[in-house]
C-alpha cells in the first residue's frame, strides 16, 4: 500500500493505450491511491466510463457541466481534493491543449485550474510525437514543470515501430511511486551488488547458491526512488532491472570483483547485497568432465576477493554497507562481519527469512546500535533501509 491515502486525478484522452488506463487504475487503487478517474470525449470511443467507474468504486467525469456538481466548477473541485493529475495516456492533441494553455474540455480545464503537479504519459504515433510540433509542445511543458513519463519504443497499433507507445501500466505506476517518495538520496550516487554467483566448474556446471536477487533489486528500485542515480551489478538471476536503474550482469566473484572496483571510487554509497561466493574453482575444466575418467574429480577451492573489505579500504571509500546472511547467532556473526570489514552499517537476516521468497526480516547493525525492522515484504524493507541510509548520509 505504497500510495495509502494519495488522491490521484487519472486523466484519460482518446487514443488506443486508454484500454491500458483500466490496468493503470486497479494498480493504482491496489497501492491505496484514492483515484478519481476524468475523460475527454475522446477516450470515450475507446472504453466506457463504466469500466473505470468500476475500478475506481468512484462516479467517472467527462463533461464540465455535469449536473452532479453542485456547484457547476468539476474543473476545480476535482483537482483541489488532488495530490497529483495524472494524464495517461496524453495523446498529441492533449500535449497541444495544455501546452498552450486551452481549457476547452474539462479535462483540460482543471489541468489549467490545477495547484498541484501534473505528469503525462504521451501516447501516439512515432511521426506525431517526432513532429516539430510536438516536440515544441513537449519542449514548453518541461519548460512548466510538467513531467513527461516516456513514452516507450516499439511496435505501435498502426503497425508501424518507434518512439511514442505509452509506458506500460506498471512502469507509470513505478514513476507515480518515485513521484511521492521523499528524495533522501538526491544527488547521491549508489552502487549495489545483488543475487549469487557462479563459479564454473566445467562449461556447464558450477557452485552458486539460492539467492533470488529481490532484496538487492528492491533496494536499487527505492534507492531509485529515493532519488540516487543507481548501478546495479548483478549476478545471475531472472529479474527485470528496476526502471532508471544502471544494471551490469556479471556471473562469477571475480566478474563482481572487477565491475565494483571499476566503479566504487565514483560513488557515494556502497551497498553488497549480493551473496557472493567465498571460494572458486581453481582448477576449472575448459571442456565437460567426464563421468569415465576413473574417480571423482578432485575441485580445487582458491579464495575469492572480499569485494565489501576492498571497497570499505579505498582511500576515499564510500558510505558502506553489507549484509549477512546467517542461519543462527544473527547478532554475533552480523556484528563480527561489521568489525571484520571495517563499515558503518551492516544489516543482518536469517537465512531462512531471506533467501528466496519476497519477504525477509531485517535487523540493522550501526554505530548507534541495533535496529529491528518488523518482517514485511523486501520492498518495505528496502525503503525503511533506504531511509536509514539516507539519515546515516546527512540527507534527513
Ligand atoms: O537475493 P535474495 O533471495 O533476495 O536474498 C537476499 C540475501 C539473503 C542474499 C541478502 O539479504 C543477504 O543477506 N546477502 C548477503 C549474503 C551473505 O551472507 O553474505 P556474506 O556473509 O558471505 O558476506 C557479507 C557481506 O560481504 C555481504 O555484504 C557480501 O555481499 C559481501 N561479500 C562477501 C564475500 C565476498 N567475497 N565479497 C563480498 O563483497
Redesign the pocket.
Same mark, same amino acid.
Request: hydrophobic content about 45%.
Given at each position: 500500500m505504497e500510495l495509502k491515502g494519495k488522491r490521484v486525478v487519472l486523466g484519460v484522452t482518446g487514443g488506443i493505450a486508454a484500454y491500458k488506463a483500466a490496468e493503470l487504475v486497479r494498480l493504482l487503487v491496489r497501492q491505496g491511491a484514492e483515484v478519481q478517474v476524468a475523460m475527454t470525449e475522446g477516450a470515450s470511443h475507446f472504453v466506457t466510463a463504466t469500466t473505470f467507474q468500476a475500478l475506481s468504486g468512484r462516479p467517472v467525469f467527462t463533461d464540465q457541466w455535469d449536473a452532479r456538481m453542485p456547484n457547476a466548477m468539476a474543473h476545480i473541485d476535482l483537482s483541489r481534493q488532488a495530490d497529483l493529475i495524472l494524464v495517461a495516456p496524453a495523446s498529441a492533441d492533449f500535449l497541444a491543449r495544455v501546452a498552450n494553455g486551452m481549457a476547452d474540455d474539462l479535462l483540460a480545464t482543471m489541468v489549467l485550474a490545477r495547484d498541484c503537479p501534473l505528469l503525462v504519459a504521451p501516447a501516439m504515433n512515432r511521426q506525431m510525437w517526432e513532429n516539430p510540433a510536438t516536440r515544441r509542445n513537449v519542449a514548453q511543458l518541461q519548460a512548466d514543470d510538467v513531467g513527461i513519463l516516456g513514452p516507450a519504443c516499439g511496435e505501435q497499433a498502426c503497425g508501424e515501430v518507434g518512439a511514442g507507445r505509452m509506458l506500460e501500466p506498471e512502469e507509470i505506476l513505478d514513476e507515480v511511486q518515485s513521484f511521492f517518495t521523499p528524495k533522501l538520496l538526491a544527488g547521491k550516487k549508489l552502487l549495489l551488488?545483488?543475487?549469487?554467483?557462479f563459479e564454473a566448474i566445467d562449461p556447464v556446471r558450477g557452485i552458486t547458491?539460492?539467492?533470488?536477487?529481490?532484496? #538487492? =533489486? !528492491?533496494l536499487a528500485r527505492a534507492a531509485r526512488q529515493a532519488g540516487a542515480e543507481v548501478t546495479l551489478v548483478s549476478g545471475p538471476?531472472a529479474l527485470p532491472t528496476p526502471a532508471g536503474v544502471e544494471r551490469i550482469d556479471v556471473r562469477s566473484?571475480l566478474d563482481?570483483?572487477a565491475a565494483?572496483m571499476a566503479r566504487a571510487g565514483a560513488v557515494d554509497i556502497f551497498?553488497?547485497?549480493?551473496?557472493?561466493?567465498?571460494y572458486r574453482v581453481a582448477n576449472a575444466a575448459d571442456h565437460k568432465l567426464k563421468k569415465d575418467l576413473g574417480g571423482v574429480p578432485p575441485i580445487e577451492l582458491v579464495?575469492?576477493?572480499?569485494?565489501?573489505?576492498?571497497?570499505a579500504a579505498l582511500a576515499e571509500a564510500p558510505f558502506c554497507? #553489507? =549484509? !549477512?546472511?546467517?542461519s543462527r547467532n544473527l547478532d554475533e556473526?552480523a556484528q563480527a562481519?561489521r568489525r571484520k570489514?571495517n563499515i558503518p552499517l551492516?544489516?543482518?537476516?536469517l537465512?531462512q527469512?531471506?533467501?528466496?521468497?519476497d519477504d525477509?526480516r531485517?535487523v540493522l547493525f550501526d554505530e548507534n546500535g541495533v535496529h529491528p525492522l518488523p518482517p514485511a515484504a523486501?520492498s518495505v524493507l528496502a525503503r525503511q533501509l533506504i531511509e536509514h541510509i539516507g539519515q546515516l548520509t546527512g540527507n534527513k
Open positions: 551488488t545483488a543475487g549469487p554467483t547458491n539460492l539467492s533470488s536477487g529481490r532484496m #538487492g =533489486f !528492491a538471476v566473484a563482481m570483483h565494483v551497498v553488497g547485497v549480493a551473496a557472493v561466493a567465498d579464495e575469492n576477493p572480499d569485494i565489501l573489505a576492498e571497497v554497507v #553489507g =549484509f !549477512a546472511a546467517e556473526y562481519k570489514k551492516i544489516v543482518g537476516n537465512i527469512d531471506g533467501f528466496g521468497g525477509n531485517l523486501k
